[in-house]
């Protein structure tokens, strides 16, 4: 199933997307019984497919993106947190931070994994079946505050608002049993930045699952942003930042497209 978040008529509701584009009203909640009604209905505006509980996230988790910073392959997932209330919606625009202002704004592409059972030491083995399912991310990052405002954290500058794009849909674990090889790309202004597969993690997704929830507990709707490949902005020559007026475009194999266009934060 393609789960999708939407307002309709003023509020809010959950659908099931089908592959002719149509969608279906969906009862109950995305940790409980979830039934689809048949109902068809037409989506207002698209939002984000979760309103996590926590993001937790992956760095350095591809091998040529960890190459192409010249960092060494970790030893672990290197895990970071970003502020719940930087999710921003499918269509929505990405604002460039004024108030604390950078001028160095990056797109990361990212498998967002999203948890649907309580994890606490789950092993390997049986870390999928803790999963609702998958979307994409984007990872957006101001690496002035990532690297130099925030004392050696990188929290910082990965939370200002609307750095956490999430969508369009969830598909879930029945539909995509397997997420180890999944085309992943990002589109800035019709040109290919990112382009790679799944493939190339250096942890998969039960790995990190059985990492992070090793001595801690990841609760349902905990969406962990999995790592981005090689093609960041910020290793060009010379850097690629994001600029006003600019559209960016993750895109993932089997799941979607999500894609934001940039401006800056209001006054």
């Given at each position: 199933m393609k789960i999708i978040r939407?307002?309709?008529?003023?509020?809010?509701?959950?659908?099931s997307l089908h592959p002719d584009g149509t969608v279906t009203l969906l009862e109950g909640s995305l940790f409980g019984p979830l039934r689809d009604t048949g109902r068809r209905t037409v989506a207002d505006r698209l939002l984000a497919p979760i309103e996590p509980r926590d993001i937790i996230c992956v760095g350095l988790n591809y091998r040529?993106?960890?190459?192409?910073?010249?960092?060494?392959t970790p030893a672990?997932?290197?895990?970071?947190?970003?502020?719940?209330?930087?999710?921003q919606n499918p269509g929505d625009p990405i604002l460039l931070p004024r108030r604390l202002r950078s001028d160095r704004v990056d797109y990361?592409?990212?498998?967002?994994?999203?948890i649907g059972r309580r994890c606490h030491n789950v092993r390997r083995d049986d870390a999928l079946a803790h999963v609702l399912g998958f979307t994409c991310g984007n990872d957006v990052s101001a690496r002035d505050w990532q690297r130099n405002g925030g004392g050696g954290q990188w929290c910082r500058g990965k939370s200002f608002a609307t750095f956490c794009p999430l969508g369009p849909a969830i598909v879930t674990t029945d539909e995509l049993p397997d997420p180890g090889s999944l085309g992943i790309r990002t589109i800035l202004n019709e040109t290919?930045?990112?382009d790679c597969t799944t493939a190339d993690m250096i942890f998969d997704v039960p790995a990190i699952i059985e990492f992070f929830s090793a001595s801690m507990v990841?609760?349902?709707g905990t969406v962990i942003l999995t790592g981005t490949p090689h093609g960041v902005g910020m290793a060009r020559k010379p850097p690629v930042f994001l600029q006003p007026g600019d559209t960016v475009t993750v895109e993932i194999d089997r799941i979607g497209r999500l894609t934001n266009p940039v401006a800056e934060e209001p006054a």
């Open positions: 939407f307002l309709a008529d003023g509020a809010e509701h959950l659908g040529q993106h960890a190459a192409e910073t010249g960092a060494e672990h997932p290197i895990m970071f947190m970003k502020n719940s209330g930087a999710v990361e592409a990212e498998l967002a994994v999203v290919v930045m990112q990841l609760r349902p």
